[in-house]
């Protein structure tokens, strides 16, 4: 490598590389001789971006907590949409979907059928039985962070309830699949495995992705894969891990009239839950729930 080992590291952290990314930059280029994608330096968080995005995590988790404390029977969506703009503001942060690719609101909401990118609407009005998705992301001082909860209201049915349960699981197991050197595609091949075990689906079109400086980086992270391939998940990278998961089949369609709100085809209830992780030298941290 050009850098000398008494240099700065690459990585902005100040550190001689010998004492830093030196050891990284070996076992990278190794993998990268047998073959495999290896992750550019830009996707390799240093310690202050760490850091950064933890705060902007921060502001996600109590925005996701206020809204499971409000959320109730007779709230419509735009309600939520207002409680997250409100939250989100007064920590001096932004809410990362307000504007983005043209998306109208602050969050998304996605409700029974809706796969995801839902928008809050005051003639959406929360009902009893109701399965609903509220995925949050967060800006702070440029840094970005993800995540989603599926909230029930009221009585909802049994078959709900599991496929929310199980959904949840799927999040679980995908990142108990990630080990640092691990693969992105042992992340799908494990949310798949449990995901069809339980008679269920598994969305293809949208994936997790690496989030942090920006709010959608490389790698793409597909919920359906196979073990051992795939780009290598090194430590320092940050993705998200966001399995949409269908009581029925996986295909779905595209809101004509909003080109946001995705819907099962076949109309079957579809959950999500997302987490922010942070693949380090042990394992796995959450960076945001
Ligand atoms: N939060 C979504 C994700 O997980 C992003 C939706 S884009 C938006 O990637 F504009 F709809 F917010
Ligand atoms: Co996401």
Known sequence: MEIKRNSKCWCGS?????????EFDQKLFALARQGKIVPERKLIKNEKDILGIKKSA?????????IEKEIH?????EEIDQLVYQYTVQHGAIPAPLNYEGFPKSVCTSINHEVCHGIPSKDVILKDGDIVN???STIFHGYYSDASRMFMIGNVSEE???LVQV???CLQIG???VVPWGHVGDIGAAIMEHAHKNGYSVVRVFAGHGVGNAFHEDPIVSHVGVKGTGMVLAPGMMITIEPMINAGEYPVYVDKENGWTSYTK???LSAQWEHTILITEKGVEIIAK
């Open 175 to 177: 990142i108990e699949a």
């Open 73 to 77: 029977v007779g709230m419509s969506t």
């Open 160 to 162: 709900a309830r599991k």
């Open 134 to 136: 509220v995925d949050v």
């Open 58 to 66: 921060a502001i996600n988790d109590g925005v996701l907590d206020r």
């Open 14 to 22: 100040g550190k001689k590389y010998k004492q830093c990314h030196e």
């Open 266 to 268: 076949d109309g079957s």
């Open 167 to 169: 959904t949840k699981e």
